[in-house]
Nanobody, 120 residues
Framework: QVHLVESGGGSVQPGGSLKLSCGAS????????MGWYRQTPGNRRTMVAI???????TYADAVKGRFTLSRENAKDTVTLEMNNLKPEDTAVYFC??????????????WGQGTQVTVSS
């Protein structure tokens, strides 16, 4: 069994910064992709940033130049540094990963979600 555990989030004023971290725990697995989605009430989850197994990171247009995703393979963690935050960044942020268990096959995994609120 694999679990994603998130930390970080909270409230900040516009223009401020926050950092989200997510770690995968369990036994015998390979992470093929890892990153973050976000969701606001009444809307579907949308991709914020994803790092795939080849090291390519994809960002949503809305966060390019402001958010940075870092992946530390040795610790099975990702960190999302969010700068110049805007009120429209307010959402619940979910860690996401595509993980292959050994033995097993690829599956999608989600963290429990963490609230980010940007407000003056």
């Amino acid at each position: 069994q694999v679990h994603l555990v998130e930390s970080g989030g909270g409230s900040v004023q516009p223009g401020g910064s926050l950092k989200l971290s997510c770690g995968a725990s369990g036994s015998s697995f390979i992470i093929n992709a890892m990153g973050w989605y976000r969701q606001t009430p009444g809307n579907r989850r949308t991709m914020v940033a994803i790092d795939n197994s080849s090291g390519t990171t994809t960002y949503a247009d809305a966060v390019k130049g402001r958010f940075t995703l870092s992946r530390e393979n040795a610790k099975d963690t990702v960190t999302l540094e969010m700068n110049n935050l805007k009120p429209e960044d307010t959402a619940v942020y979910f860690c996401y990963a595509i993980i292959r268990t050994i033995p097993g096959e690829n599956g999608q995994y989600w963290g429990q979600g963490t609230q980010v609120t940007v407000s003056s």
